[in-house]
């Protein structure tokens, strides 16, 4: 079992390892709600924000279209719908790929998204044009931590259900974070090493990414390990596997990272400037004229998706582009 194995383990990997049961074994959905869940809108914004983005990189066919991290297929296939009804050319020329290491939530996937191509990684996705999302994806992906102790560093690792800390090596500790005695400052291989392939790919050839997940704006010190059971907050380290485990995405070090391998970058931006620039408001309220009677439902779902104190705020966007390519719609350029 995860939870009691008693030689000390690395965050990162103990992270990993619990991540791997929990998606395994558990319908993720009873212990936390995401944005494609909350409204359909959601996903059709971000297929037509798809559907223009091909049209911006000059419509290339054919084209990857790809989502890292697609939890139950709800935003994919939300994204797909409104793709067809108003972009049948990008339809077209789009093949769907998938990277999901979970086989159950593969399943069902395969029921939403018919004739999609499973990958565990980026690796096997085809090296052609790409447009590629992830939803609450990469605060997922595993964590390494370190602590401030005197004038250096220890690294946090699991034992026994506890934390204890072993001297860490100061080369791997990130810099220009606060360092006040016991401050913890974080750092996600995982999330560098996607963000900085996705940032490759999109400069050696065609292609936009389209992250969105929580944190803040810029890099900060602080403990953001966080866990859910059934919708409430436990204690991440004696659950190992039958919660979620999720940190803060640090955006302004993967914006830095993508800029660094040779993308154009947008954002990070609030979640909820993105969805109102593409007409969250406006799509919410036609679909109520349709579905009178879901017509509260729908406006409750929009507010929570946009208002600051909700997760309009807490939620960012950043995008990236092939330096080719003009901007990017519902983001500021810098
Ligand atoms: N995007 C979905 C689901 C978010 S939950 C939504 O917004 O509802 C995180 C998703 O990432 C799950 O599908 C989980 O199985 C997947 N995942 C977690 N770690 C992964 C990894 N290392 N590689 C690929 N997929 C992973």
Redesign the pocket.
């Known amino acids: 079992m995860a939870a009691t194995a008693l030689v000390p383990e690395r965050l990162d990997r103990f992270m ?1 390892r619990a ?1 791997a049961i929990y ?1 395994a074994s558990h319908d ?2 009873a212990d936390f709600t ?4 909350i409204s359909q809108v959601f996903g059709e914004i971000i297929g037509l924000w798809a559907a223009v983005t091909w049209q911006l990189l000059g419509s290339p066919t054919p084209v990857v279209l790809a ?6 297929g ?2 994919m296939a939300d994204a797909l719908r409104a793709i067809r009804g108003v972009a049948p050319d990008f339809a077209a020329a789009l093949r769907v790929h998938l ?4 086989p159950r ?1 593969r399943s069902v996937q395969a029921a939403r998204i018919p004739g999609a191509t499973w990958h ?2 980026l690796g096997t996705v085809p090296d052609e044009p790409l447009i590629l999302l ?4 990469l605060d ?2 595993p964590i390494r931590q370190f602590v401030r102790r005197g004038d250096g560093w220890t690294e946090r690792f699991v034992a026994g259900g506890e934390w204890t800390e072993q001297p860490a090596d100061p080369d791997d500790v990130p810099t220009g974070r606060a360092t006040g005695e016991g401050d913890i400052v974080e750092l996600n291989e ?1 999330s560098r090493a996607f963000v900085g392939a996705v940032a490759a790919r999109v400069n050696r050839q065609t292609g936009a990414a389209l992250f969105l997940d929580y944190g803040p704006r810029s890099s900060a010190a602080g403990d953001s390990l966080q866990a859910l059971a059934d919708k409430r907050p436990v204690n991440p380290l004696t659950v190992a596997g039958s919660a979620d485990l999720t940190a803060h995405v640090d955006f302004a070090d993967l914006a830095a990272i993508a800029r660094a391998r040779g993308a154009a970058v947008q954002g990070p931006d609030t979640q909820g400037a993105f969805l109102s620039a593409l007409g969250l408001f406006q799509r919410t309220e036609r679909l109520s004229r349709s579905q009178p009677a879901k017509a509260p439902e729908l406006a409750q779902a929009a507010k929570r998706l946009a208002d600051p104190e909700a997760m309009g705020h807490l939620f960012k966007v950043l995008a990236l582009r092939s330096p080719a390519a003009p901007g990017l719609p519902g983001l500021q350029s810098p």
């Open positions: 990993a991540n998606y993720p959905f995401t944005s494609p869940e989502e890292a991290g697609p939890g139950r709800t935003l990277i999901e290491t979970s939530l565990d990684d992830a939803n609450e994806f997922a992906l995982a």
